[in-house]
């Protein structure tokens, strides 16, 4: 059995400046300080305590004060800031109140915090990538929209394409009064196609060479390497959910919950967890539904026959049903190995 934990740190961090709050195990209040938000500052002013309880809300600067703290010998807790509302929801809230309500927190039931598991740094920093290519694109399809409006005004259209060659066919139609202001789009739009390229090769080359467990999630039509990827450094660790059905939960792909004796109102997705994930999952399931979907598989067939008795909000509801339905799928193909059979499924492990 650990060390008895005796001080109990509560850290409001903010960008430049981090409010602590110290309490004894009685809960008596030992220290209030404001410190830089740096490294050295806050491992120097926790210098004197040993093996401190330290609480702080999942944010940008959570990971690496985690890890610093953590590598200083002291118990860190990062806690789910909607497990929190306590904070965020009073009339009256400073910085030096919310570090000591955080320290009292820690001090009763760290699983009153919902404790935040934080991925490894390797795993963050190749989810960055995937996430500034996904940035890359959106700034891509904003600028050939934008292009795409200007031109019909003048009565001009750009013909259908792929959106890697709209720059030259765009260029086509634009007439010589509107180069001055769309000539300098078209060459961002090239820039930017070439540089999603690269980001889509480096992805597959992780793919391969870094994460090849990937795999065994793009096996399933719709999910391709991008998705496999972004899934799997999500979770980062699959062992870490008990059930397979909890990673659904754990994307906010589940509805919410808020009964109260007979009453137990529909609610929607409560759309926790990682929102880039979240989107690539569904649009996945947008692909598998679609008509021209392609595979058969039992999940289709399942997804369709919910559209069909679904009403007005059919479509939209099964596109999110069967996101849910793949979460748990990807995890269970992931954590097991087994080959995906698209109809008629019975466990089969794949060879190791």
Known sequence: ??????????????????????????????ETARVRTTRSSLEGHLRGYERARVVLEVG?????????????GHEVIVANPRQVQLIWKRPRKTDRTDALLLARLGRMDVELLAPVHHRS??????LACLRARDQLVGARTKLVNHVRGALKPFGLRVADCSTDTFADKAQEVVPPELVPALGPMLDVIRLLTTQIAAHDKQAEQLAKTVYPESKRCSQVFGVGTLTALAFQLTLDDPTRFKHSRFVAAFLGLTPGKDQSGDSDPQKHIT???DRFTRKLLVECANRILSPRGGLDSDLRTWGLKLAERGGKNGRKRAVVAVARKL??????????????????????????
């Not at 940008?60 to 200083?72: K, N, V």
């Not at 799928?329 to 190791?352: D, I, K, M, N, V």
């Open 1 to 30: 059995m650990g060390e008895r934990t005796t001080v109990f740190v509560g850290c409001d961090v903010g960008d430049k400046f981090t409010d602590i709050c110290v309490l004894d195990g009685d809960g008596a209040v030992l």
């Open 60 to 72: 940008t600067h959570s990971r690496w004060i985690a890890a610093a703290l953590g590598e200083a």
């Open 121 to 126: 740094r390797e795993a963050h920093v190749d």
């Open 271 to 273: 759309k926790a967890g």
């Open 327 to 352: 979460a748990v799928l990807l995890h269970r193909l992931w954590l097991t190995g087994e080959e995906y059979q698209p109809t008629g499924y019975s466990p089969r492990p794949l060879a190791a």
